[in-house]
């Protein structure tokens, strides 16, 4: 059991091995840099990073789209090196030379730029030519075509790796005659996501995707790094031999500023569809419940899911993206977390416990973290569950804290150390013929 958590055992690297021994070289593939618009998968990339560069690995990241978030770029900003044809490093800064990529980074601003009903319109038109395209309402990943595949084998022969990363099964790439041990990033199980989308009557791109789909990309890798427990263990069962690690995001705790009261409740995501859905849900079945219980109560919207979603509430603010996202925790009483569908584990309840704050969620909101004991969330099963727990949390100052007591017990889970420890380790011993390796981010 964990030193200061039910349900979870505590952190141990591996004995014999010493803390940041032997350095090793790390290339990242990506579609994405670390933290790019600060969507919640890219978080715990950019988590994962700083604990790499912390134990002393070099990172080199290299992306399989445009998306890399800047034109130009301070090399000392990063705790990892840039491997891509379309940026430049110049004088201690990394450019863009892209035409195609540049213009894209000026659009994504200018859109930012935009009043929120425009934003609304934008995403919408954005939205419906996908759809036309045959892109359906989400897309779940697209392997890579042949010749992205050549640029990343061009780029191991470059960067000369000891280990490679890839942040998404779909960008895992076969190179046998390398002999380099590849360990995938398992954000979530895909084949959950697709389900949970179908269920609401979503369609994704590709239109199916299976458990026996994931699997059969999975078992390629010589390890497995995934974010949640529940995940590890589907994993585990499925490929007996594999080696699997639990690594939660590693995040710290950050004590609360301001102990208020008033009767507001904080949403934070990005433009993602689940996040949307969520929102759009929580407005329409559960908010009127609440302000019939609660009148003078408040929801803030923050982060790009504002631009997708409208509401004539006047008791709804859509504050879109902040610099500051503490100072909101801290101006609210409540964290609501009304997911419906999705998979893995969310950045945002994560956030919210390392916060401290008390939070409202659905078992969808919630997944990964039911062991937790004692549970640092009010978990709803319906509209009407969620209705009388958000109004109740509100009134409640006493229930409150208890859930905020449960949310500082949690916070050792993410503790920044633990899961540097673990990752570290899991780095050091991998190899194409690597023994399993049973430390996990516990």
Request: with cysteine; net charge neutral; proline share 5%.
């Amino acid at each position: 059991m964990s030193e200061s958590v039910s349900g979870f055992e505590s952190v141990k690297a591996s004995p014999g091995k010493e803390f940041g021994s032997k350095t090793k070289r790390i290339l990242c593939v990506t579609e994405e840099l670390p933290g790019f618009q600060q969507a919640g998968h890219t978080v715990w990339l950019a988590g994962i990073f700083e604990a790499l560069a912390n134990a002393g690995h070099d990172v080199v990241c290299t992306t399989t789209t445009h998306k890399v978030g800047f034109i130009v770029r301070k090399t000392s900003d990063l705790n990892f090196e840039i491997e891509k044809r379309n940026v430049s490093r110049l004088f201690g800064r990394y450019v863009v030379v892209s035409p195609k990529w540049i213009f894209a980074h000026l659009a994504w601003n200018v859109f930012q730029r935009l009043p929120q009903r425009l934003q609304v319109i934008a995403a919408g038109i954005r939205s419906r030519l996908r759809k036309r395209d045959g892109g359906g309402d989400h897309r779940l990943g697209s392997f890579l075509t042949a010749a992205q595949r050549d640029e990343i084998r061009r780029t191991v022969e470059a960067v000369k790796p000891d280990v490679i990363l890839y942040n998404s099964l779909f960008l895992h790439t076969e190179l046998p005659e390398a002999r380099i041990p590849a360990a995938i990033l398992v954000h979530d199980l895909v084949h959950e996501r697709a389900s949970s989308l179908h269920e609401q009557g979503y369609h994704t791109t590709p239109a199916t995707f299976t458990a026996d789909d994931e699997i059969a990309v999975l078992k390629r890798a010589d390890m497995m790094l995934c974010i949640q427990w529940d995940d590890a263990e589907f994993i585990k069962r499925k490929l007996v031999n594999s080696r699997v690690v639990a690594l939660p995001p590693p995040m710290a705790a950050v004590p609360r500023r301001v102990a208020h009261r008033d009767p507001v409740c904080i949403f934070v995501g990005s433009g993602a569809l689940p996040n949307v859905d969520g929102v759009q849900w929580f407005l329409e079945a559960v908010w009127p419940g609440v302000l019939a219980r609660v009148p003078s109560a408040q929801l803030r919207v923050y982060g790009s899911v504002c631009s997708r979603v409208e509401t004539s509430s006047e008791s709804v603010k859509l504050l879109g993206r902040v610099d500051d996202i503490v100072s909101c925790y801290d101006e609210a009483k409540l964290a609501v977390v009304p997911l419906r569908i999705g998979s893995g584990l969310k950045i945002k309840i994560v956030e919210a416990i390392t916060m401290g704050m008390p939070i409202v969620t659905t078992e969808v909101g919630a997944q990964g973290l039911f062991e937790i004991r004692p549970q640092p969330f009010a978990l709803c099963k319906s509209a009407d569950e969620m209705i009388a727990r958000t109004a109740a949390l509100l009134l409640s100052d006493e229930e409150c804290g208890t859930l905020e007591a449960a949310a500082r017990g949690a916070q050792a889970l993410f503790d920044p150390q633990r899961i540097s420890a673990v990752l570290d380790a899991a780095m050091r011993e991998i190899s194409v013929e690597s023994p399993i390796i049973d430390n996990e981010a516990r």
